[in-house]
């Protein structure tokens, strides 16, 4: 566990100096009132401060990107459980806004890239933090390797020449031999754009992020309200399991989860705000907000297209909306034309979100390296003077999901299982700050949290005398999605039926990770010793002359 020390930071104004044998992440001399937040927080300030309130937020609705993830898990969503499966959304959006929200009161104390490893490190030591940030890495670059393959959901259904492999008559379907090759295609190419945009410039990617964004809730409002006047049938068809094809002997509850798969997807990555703290003006007083509004915003959005869709689809029961989702939707009710153009916005949003989730991944990389926590670590910390971005981090994350394609291209079921695996870990990752905090919760119940104010004076975010209550509810959720998530299930894992290892390749490649951390963490704790984080607080910068500091230690 992490444990307390008083120190003196230097007097309001005066610049806090990095001596030649401090270590790497010590500040240097400090000017601007963000840069000399991050310098009391014990880094020096080398990423550029390029992102604003709404880019903050943009980043987080990015990730989510409801229109990415709705149309990637569309049709599997309904496949599997019917119509009735739109009730997994609003059950899902509950539970991660109990994260969310402890998740906000932690980015306005810890504004610090790298945001889930160092928020777990700082609440149960470095050793278990660096798990935590193992695990969340992982999960990322599966998730952008996922977000790019998105693309085959949209592009064919815009132009068939996009259908590269086996030619404009070939099966597009994400769970055909050919439909999957080709979105490894598109998911690379993808992956090249997003990943130069990534090094070129935080302030051109905050940039290209926002636009997306603003194309995106365009296209969300202008869909909802097409597919609400051109209804085949009433919304109240969520009542009903109509267009559920699942066996009539078992009970619909197993199908129901397993189409939670579909919600649980689209509604992570709101921390992605927390991920750019160091990058954004005002992080104690932005952060926390743009985590709330990014998921939010996709909650009611994402519902309300679900209900549209459902509604407007032609047939539920013809199996078109299973195979071909939300694409097949807008084009048959919506006309060639006007379909084609809203799928364009479709398209935007998945570069979008793949970027978002790209930086994101990049920034996690960079926390860890810039404490000596990875392999190269000095390759992976270096920050581009000219660009300010951390060009290595962004190139290991960019090409490491380009592998994940690459590896998985004769796989059908490379969509829904990558999917599952990616979204498994990222709920492992948050798990691993919600329960440390809860725990600190626990013991700190009497006097509470740390308290602060933010960059205008005011108090810092809290929940208050509901801050216990809110995070075991958040945890109990997050273990029961985990394991939901990571169920064998071989209609997700393996679509042949026939393979067992495919069948329980989330629990073995989970494993897999572990073990790969614990040699690596074990190798690193011999030959270096004790990972040591930088000097921290204990409590949020107050306008005084000198405030307590807290170092955490593995």
Known sequence: MPYLSLDRYPAKGQAAMRSPEAPLHAPRATTSADTQGLARLGYEQELHRGVGSFSSFAAGFSFVSILTTVFQLFGLGFGLGGAAFFWAWPLVFAGQLLVALNFAQLA??????????????RLAGARFGWFTGWTMIIGQVLTVAVAAIAVQAVLPAIWSGFQVVGGSGADPSLASPTGAANAVVLGLVMLVVTTVVNILSVRLMARVTSFGVLVEIIGVVVLIVALFLLPHRSPAVVFTTEGYAGPTNEPYVWAFLASSLMAAYVMVGFDSAGELAEETHNPRRTT?????????????????????????????????????????????????????????????????????????????????????????????????????????????????????????????????????????????????????LLVQRIRLRRTGLPTGVDEDGKPLFTLGRWGIPVNALAVVFQIGMAVNLIWPRPEIYDLTGHSWWLQYSALLFIGAVLLVGWAWSSWRHRAHGPLALAEVPNTAPVPTSATATATVEA
Not at 108 to 121: D, E, K, L, N, T
Not at 384 to 392: D, E, L, M, N, Q
Request: charged share 10%; aromatic share 6%.
């Open 108 to 121: 306005a104390r810890w504004p610090i890239s790298g945001a889930i490893f160092q928020w777990s490190s």
């Open 288 to 436: 926390p907000k743009t985590i709330i509004r990014a998921l939010t915003v996709s909650g009611l959005g994402g519902g309300l297209l679900i209900i549209g869709a459902l509604i407007a689809a032609p047939s539920l029961t013809d199996g078109k909306l299973a195979t071909q989702g939300l694409a097949w939707v807008i084009t048959s009710a919506l006309g060639d034309v006007f379909g084609r153009l809203l799928l364009c916005t479709v398209a935007v949003a998945v570069f979008a979100c793949t970027l978002a989730v790209q930086t994101a991944g990049a920034r996690m990389v960079f926390s860890m390296a810039r404490e000596q926590a990875l392999p190269f670590h000095r390759t992976l910390a270096r920050v581009s003077p000219r660009t300010g971005t951390p060009i290595a981090a962004s190139i290991v994350v960019g090409v490491g999901a380009g592998l994940a394609l690459a590896i998985n291209i004769g796989q059908s079921a490379i969509f829904t299982a990558l999917s599952s695996l990616c979204i498994a870990m990222l709920y492992l990752a948050y798990l691993g700050v919600t329960g440390p």
